[in-house]
């Protein structure tokens, strides 16, 4: 047991020192009157060599959510993030959400107003402080966060911490929120002790319970045509050798269903693709592996002698107010020590024949929905507007082998296929709009050496406070390629209006309200402004010159760049 002890002089300094040492290397920010402490121990901190996270700006709170949200998956380190108080907490909610639905681990904090009107360092000296105090800060993202508290004392700093950053690691992952009132950091503490390493740690991932896997094994061996979808199961990158072994051994179709990470490499031989919705009738068993929704209910569903199985650190979703998918068996455990338990029980079982004749049949199943594709990406090639389908795989083709892919949803997994797992994220299922390209940024703070590329709507791209993004792309070198499909449409909400009412009045207008985004600014130019490169397309035959362009301005210029592509709506 080490004790480190610290010449620091305020509550400020001491906590940036700590958030150091237990490993936090970024801290993202939005600041205001309550960050004076703060401010003051980063400039004491450069002089002093006292140990504190990056400070890096962003300039607006969501900014600063979804940069850590990608930092946090991309490095799979816990990022910090501080906001001013009650109305920087507000501006960035849509961000922890996110964060919340995609369980990553974030410490998310705000100032607080000064408590005291005058007496002590930090009081109130300006009229905000009045107005932006509110009886419950945290009751505002309290739904959202695995735990809230209030820094109160400097005594208090290192189980503070410890408790936010364990919480927040333990599975099931997910943001903490802690305030932190300007007096309390403003307080003088002549010195600081601490464990180093930490005392206390994160708890372990959850095994499975060996009666469980027994009746897992008792479906799975009777059924001859098991099924799985997994939305998530790479977010633990152990997971993914698992799942792939697991599916190969026992030739079992894996659908990537609303995929967020990659959980199986699209060129594995049981990769069937990305929607599970024409396999549910043939299904006999479905293990529904770190997946909220494995299909949709009020559209289709598996016969109702299918049996189900879900699996995750929290197969019962505990968090969602409704989820009321069968569930025969749910087994709490990490994917990564499951699937091998699993799979060990069942090889004693399984029928080598049986697997053998659905080996044969995935082959044929997975030829033809590979050439189903490579006939629509034939097709849509000479389509204008141009069709998402050409752009990505534009992208497929254009992009290095390496490269990192952020969807905000409008790219096409099927035509821009990901091999290596940790090279593709795609957002939360809050769907918090304007998460993806503040996400590539953060993805590319982690991996400074590969290429980042993210692709998003209109839509998504405004929600993101574009100026913001790209401000924070030149001022912090994250050259970064933003892939905007304009169809110049809430697509979304066309989609689910003619779902709703195909033949309702809405679907004979030509033109219903709040679907279409009219006088889009020019996008590339926007990005131009801070210093990219900017180009716009609606040639499709130009788009392949234009995406090496584009991309040697990422990769050559080490300069951010945006293509505006005039695309078809839905
Ligand atoms: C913060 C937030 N506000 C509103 C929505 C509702 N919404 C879902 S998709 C969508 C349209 C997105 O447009 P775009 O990114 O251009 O993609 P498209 O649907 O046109 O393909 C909207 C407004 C949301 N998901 N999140």
Redesign the pocket.
């Known amino acids: 047991m080490a004790r480190k002890e610290l010449k620091v002089d305020s509550v400020a300094e001491a906590y940036l020192a700590l958030l150091a040492e237990r490993g936090i290397e970024v801290l993202f920010a939005n600041a205001g009157t309550d960050f004076a402490p703060i401010v003051e121990a980063y400039a004491k901190a450069a002089h002093s060599g006292v140990p504190a996270p990056k400070p890096l700006i962003a300039t607006h709170e969501n900014l600063a959510l979804s940069m850590a949200h990608g930092y946090a998956i991309a490095s799979g380190k816990v990022p910090a993030v501080m906001v001013h108080v009650s109305v920087g907490t507000a501006n960035a909610l ?1 961000g922890v959400f996110n964060a919340a639905r995609e369980n990553v681990p974030i410490l998310f904090t705000a100032g607080r107003s000064p408590l005291t009107e005058e007496g002590l360092p930090g009081a109130r000296d300006t009229y905000i402080h009045w107005a932006q105090e509110m009886f419950d800060q945290a009751g505002m993202l309290r739904e959202m966060v695995k735990w809230d508290y209030e820094l109160r004392n400097g005594a208090q700093l290192e189980t503070v911490i410890d408790r936010a950053l364990t919480l927040a690691t333990s599975p099931p992952e997910g943001p903490v929120y802690l305030s932190l009132p300007r007096e309390v950091l403003a307080e003088p503490l002549p010195g600081f002790a601490y464990n180093s390493p930490a005392r206390r740690v994160a708890a372990s991932q959850p095994a499975p319970d060996e009666t469980a896997v027994a009746a897992a094994v008792d479906i799975l061996a009777g059924a001859q045509h098991p099924l799985i979808i997994t939305a998530d199961a790479g977010r633990d990158l152990a997971a993914v050798p698992a799942l792939a072994d697991f599916a190969e051994r026992f030739a079992i179709p894996v659908v990537e269903h609303r995929q967020r990470h990659l959980s199986l490499p699209a060129d594995h031989p049981c990769h069937l693709g990305y929607n599970p919705a024409a396999m549910l009738d043939g299904a006999d068993a479905i293990l529904v592996i770190d997946c909220d929704v494995p299909w949709t209910p009020s559209r289709e569903a598996p016969p109702a002698d299918c049996r189900i199985i879900h699996i995750g650190v929290d197969p019962l979703f505990s968090r969602y107010p409704i989820r009321g998918f069968t569930c025969d068996l749910a087994i709490t455990g990490a994917t990564r020590l499951v699937l091998p338990r699993l799979g060990a029980a069942l090889a004693a079982l399984a029928d080598p024949t049986e697997i053998g004749m659905r080996r044969q049949r995935l082959a044929e199943a997975r030829e033809k929905q590979r050439a189903g594709w490579r006939k629509l990406a034939e097709e849509a090639k000479l389509l204008r507007p141009i069709h998402p389908a050409w752009v990505s795989a534009c992208l497929a083709a254009a992009r290095d082998p390496g490269s990192i892919l952020v969807n ?1 949803y ?1 790219l096409l997994p099927e035509h821009c296929p990901s091999i290596r797992p940790g090279s593709f994220f795609g957002s939360s299922p809050a ?4 998460w993806g390209a503040g996400a590539a940024l953060g993805v590319k703070l982690a991996e400074p050496d590969r290429q980042v590329v993210a692709v ?5 791209y405004l ?1 993101a406070n574009p100026v913001a993004v790209h401000h924070a792309a030149t001022a912090h070198r994250l050259p970064v390629l933003f892939v905007v ?1 304009n ?1 110049a ?5 066309r989609r689910a209006t003619l779902g709703m009412y195909p033949q309702g009045e809405a679907a004979r207008s030509n033109r219903p309200p709040f679907i279409d985004l009219d006088e889009l600014p020019a996008f590339e130019q926007v990005c131009a402004a801070a210093g990219g490169y900017g180009e716009r397309v609606d040639d499709p035959a130009a788009l392949p010159a234009a995406f090496e362009r584009a991309l040697h301005a990422v990769n050559v210029e080490k300069r951010q760049a945006l293509l505006n592509v005039i695309c078809r ?2």
Not at 431 to 434: E, I
Not at 456 to 460: E, F, H, I, N, R
């Open positions: 849509c905000e409008t769907a918090g709009l304007g998003l709507g209109d839509g998504s929600f499909v169809n449409m809430w697509g979304a909400v709506g839905p």
